[in-house]
């Protein structure tokens, strides 16, 4: 199934792991590169040498390509934008921010340079400034979200810029990515239904929370707030929806917030902590390794795509 991302990017199947925060760190990275996927470092707010310490694991764990999100707001951005440069690595997925600052050192040291984009404008903003494409991201995602759909945001950044186009938000199997490329994506990105494979680290009981999820367990706290974000229901999301609706403004909440997605991927306490899950979360129901995931998904896109 080759597009114009897989031939950019040298991998063998248009599928990309999100660069989830606290969750895609080496192991899953390099699972989803040797299923021949393309996997992602999520940057978060790791310190560079953090991150360093994975790209040099996933190195050792295979010869596939990868790449690193890089989290523009991250206190640590500068250091994370310089280590990717000195450590040749081949792609950099972006969001929460703008990395125009990066771009010129990106490109000069061959990067190939993907953000993560929720709107046309923005889209058509980082092809001027020389991305090799963009990633399409819906509200149907976990984590931060825009206010568009993946069904209605795809065609149209499809339709504004020339670059490839990869589509995210809602995307769990291969009914997802058959339907991305109808709307003319050439790649598709996903993060839930990878947070359940089994060389995932996060812990168990995320991914037990995933998997015993409904279709009616996804809520989105801070939109009153201009900070919206996607996870499960829990007690944290009902006693924060409750303040919220009392008209508690972003600064008096945060202390809900804080260290709790950590808590919850780490610690495992998706009681009071942040669960970030896509709305993908209903249709997930089991753990498989990365390449059971990617060969089950790919074998049920060819067939509805008709390519065998």
């Known amino acids: ?156 950044v499809v339709d504004a810029v020339s670059i490839p186009v990869i589509a995210a938000g809602g995307i769990g199997d291969g009914r997802g990515i058959a339907a991305a490329f109808m709307l003319g994506a050439e790649a598709v990105q996903m993060g839930t239904r990878f947070l359940v494979a089994k060389e995932c680290t996060v812990h168990q009981n995320y991914k037990d929370r995933v998997i015993r999820a409904k279709d009616i367990d996804s809520t989105v706290t801070g939109r009153s707030h201009g900070h919206p974000v996607r996870c499960l229901r829990n007690q944290m999301t009902r006693e924060y929806l409750k303040l919220e609706a009392q008209g508690k403004g972003f600064e008096e909440l945060e202390y809900l917030t804080l260290g709790t997605l950590r808590r919850a991927v780490q610690e495992g306490d998706v009681t009071n902590g942040t669960v970030m899950a896509g709305q993908i979360a209903g249709m997930v129901s089991k753990e498989q390794t990365c390449q059971e995931i990617i060969e089950e998904i790919m074998d049920q896109a060819e067939t509805l795509l008709k390519l065998k």
């Open 1 to 156: 199934m080759e597009t114009r991302i897989t031939k950019l990017l040298g991998i063998r199947y248009p599928v990309i792991q999100g660069g989830m925060a606290w969750v895609a760190e080496n192991h899953l990275a390099a699972a989803v590169s040797a299923a021949g996927g393309l996997g992602l470092i999520g940057g978060a707010n790791a310190p560079g040498e953090v991150v360093r310490d994975y790209i040099r694991k996933v190195r050792e764990a295979t010869d596939q390509p990868f790449g690193v999100n890089v989290m523009l707001m991250s206190p640590y951005a500068d250091e994370v934008a310089k280590v990717v440069v000195e450590e040749g690595v081949k792609v950099v997925t972006t969001g929460a921010g703008d990395p125009e600052k990066y771009m010129s050192m990106w490109k000069e040291a061959g990067i190939r340079v993907i953000p993560v984009v929720s709107s046309v404008a923005l889209a058509r903003r980082m092809e001027k400034y020389g991305a090799d494409a963009v990633v399409a991201e819906g509200m149907e995602s976990g984590g931060h979200i825009g206010e568009a759909t993946t069904m209605t945001l795809v065609p149209q």
